[in-house]
């Protein structure tokens, strides 16, 4: 389906979010957890069905990754993935302290960007 600013939308339902909760340890960056962030991140990207990987970091120092694939079978293939099962491995082993894991179907999807509607005031 595409939406009226041209950008493709998935049909309601399909998207995979999982929603990775974690806390690190106190040494995880000083034990290559920054590097092997950023690896893992790119090989998601790499993915087919790949659509956004986002990470925010609360004040009282839990993080949030939000990752995105297009389908259920897109994201099992990132979930199995051989370089990610080892990074998970040693995110165990040497960088969290403690974790938690959501996979959720979207629901519905929704988008409003004021560039969109200031562009067609100007257009009119």
């Known amino acids: 389906m595409i939406g009226k600013n041209g950008c493709m939308k998935p049909n309601v339902g399909e998207r ?4 990775f909760r974690s806390r690190l340890a106190d040494d995880a960056e000083a034990n290559g957890y920054g590097e092997l962030a950023a690896q893992m991140e790119t090989r998601a990207r790499q993915m ?6 986002k990470t925010f970091e609360a004040s009282d120092g839990e993080r949030v990754s939000l990752v995105v694939f297009d389908t259920l079978a897109h ?3 990132w979930r199995d993935d051989p370089e990610h099962r080892s990074a998970q491995q040693r995110g165990r082993d040497t960088f969290y302290r403690e974790y938690a894991i959501s996979v959720c179907h979207e629901l519905q999807w929704r988008h409003f960007d ?3 509607a200031l562009h067609a005031e100007a257009e009119s």
């Not at 995979?16 to 929603?19: A, E, P």
């Not at 087919?48 to 990987?53: M, Q, R, T």
């Open 48 to 53: 087919p069905g790949f659509v956004d990987f």
């Open 16 to 19: 995979v979010v999982t929603v």
């Open 75 to 77: 994201h099992e293939i």
């Open 114 to 116: 004021n560039a969109d």
